[in-house]
């Protein structure tokens, strides 16, 4: 059945090292995005795409990377520049932009 | 800058009664608002939306009312039930945002028995 995948559900990192994140969806949606929540706080947006092949930097873009080759196929890499990565990461897709979005069971990454 | 907020980080409500969830916003070129719930360690589930070109929506036990002169939504769940325990986040949306929702920083709904 249909629904977005993101694995693994809990990673750790050794400080300095990057890490990539999952997230494919078989949804035949357009669009695709990273969150990132921390306690007592909402979701913060840090990259999307409305296509493939094509992304954006969301509000705290810094020391993530992503790439969009395939339309299924959205994966995030926190790189040894993001100061504070420790976090609960969710990806989402929509069928195309500016309708709802729907959201992966998240990934929470822990930094030792 | 803070675009859409939710100023209420907790909210007890007994289990048959009605349940109201508030949301604020800054950018009045917001024009799409939707509301998401949200269990521990799990992705949000979207709940229901609003146009603003409607000020009321409705959905089963959920209606979610736009009060766009005061840059205001709420949530009403009627009537509650203990499963409904879990984080409502409210988010925003509009033309000049890229079509991106904005995040409200949640309010954590308890329903006792």
């Known amino acids: 059945d249909g629904g977005i995948t993101q694995s693994p559900k809990y990673l750790f990192r050794k400080e300095g090292q990057n890490v990539t994140l999952s997230c494919e969806q078989n949804l035949n949606h357009d669009a695709m995005y990273w969150y990132r929540q921390d306690p007592g706080q909402g979701l913060r947006l840090i990259y999307y795409?409305?296509?493939?092949?094509?992304?954006q930097k969301g509000d705290i873009a810094e020391g993530y990377s992503v790439s969009r080759e395939k339309k299924e196929s959205f994966p995030l890499t926190v790189t040894s520049a993001q100061k504070n990565p420790t976090a609960f990461y969710l990806c989402a897709s929509s069928i195309k932009f500016y309708t709802e979005a729907f959201f992966g069971q998240g990934t929470r990454l822990t930094v030792v | 800058d803070q675009q859409v907020k939710q100023n209420s980080p907790s909210l007890s409500v007994q289990e048959g009664r009605i349940s109201i969830l508030n949301c604020d916003y800054t950018n009045s070129m917001f024009d799409y608002f939707l509301w998401y719930k949200k269990y521990p360690a799990e992705g949000p589930t979207f709940l229901i939306s609003i146009s603003s070109i409607k000020d009321k929506n409705e959905d089963g036990r959920f209606t979610v009312f736009l009060n766009k002169s005061a840059k205001h939504l709420s949530l009403h769940i009627v009537p509650s039930q203990p499963g409904d325990s879990a984080v409502y986040f409210c988010?925003?949306?509009?033309?000049?945002?890229?079509?991106?929702?904005?995040f409200g920083q949640g309010t954590e709904l308890s329903v006792k028995p």
């Open positions: 988010a925003a949306s509009g033309n000049n945002q890229g079509g991106k929702l904005i």
């Open positions: 795409s409305q296509i493939v092949n094509d992304f």
